[in-house]
Nanobody
Framework: QVRLVESGGGLVQPGGSLRLSCAAS????????MGWYRQAPGKQRELVAT???????NYADSVKGRFTISRDNAKNTVYLQMNSLKPEDTAVYSC???????????WGQGTQVTVSS
């Protein structure tokens, strides 16, 4: 059974930082492309950042220079370090594991991030 479990969300003031974690089980983590997506109320889900199995990363323009995605294959965990947070970063952040070659696509339940004073 595949599980992706996010943690680290919460309430933070503008300009603050949070670190999200996503622990994966039931997959060969090291070969999967991992990503973070977010969905704000009334909006469509959007890509935040991805990191492929080889370690290359990609970011949405809105978070470049503020967010950093990383992975620890020994711990089967992907991280999202979020700095200089803005109110518009408020959303439910979800972890994704994808392996297109075998049409595998898994999602976590999500963790709420609220940026407010």
């Amino acid at each position: 059974q595949v599980r992706l479990v996010e943690s680290g969300g919460g309430l933070v003031q503008p300009g603050g930082s949070l670190r999200l974690s996503c622990a994966a089980s039931g997959i060969i983590f090291s070969i999967y492309n991992m990503g973070w997506y977010r969905q704000a109320p009334g909006k469509q889900r959007e890509l935040v950042a991805t990191i492929i199995s080889g370690g290359s990363t990609n970011y949405a323009d809105s978070v470049k220079g503020r967010f950093t995605i990383s992975r620890d294959n020994a711990k089967n965990t992907v991280y999202l370090q979020m700095n200089s947070l803005k109110p518009e970063d408020t959303a439910v952040y979800s972890c994704n594991a994808r392996l297109p070659a075998i049409f595998s696509d898994y999602w976590g339940q999500g963790t709420q991030v609220t940026v407010s004073s």
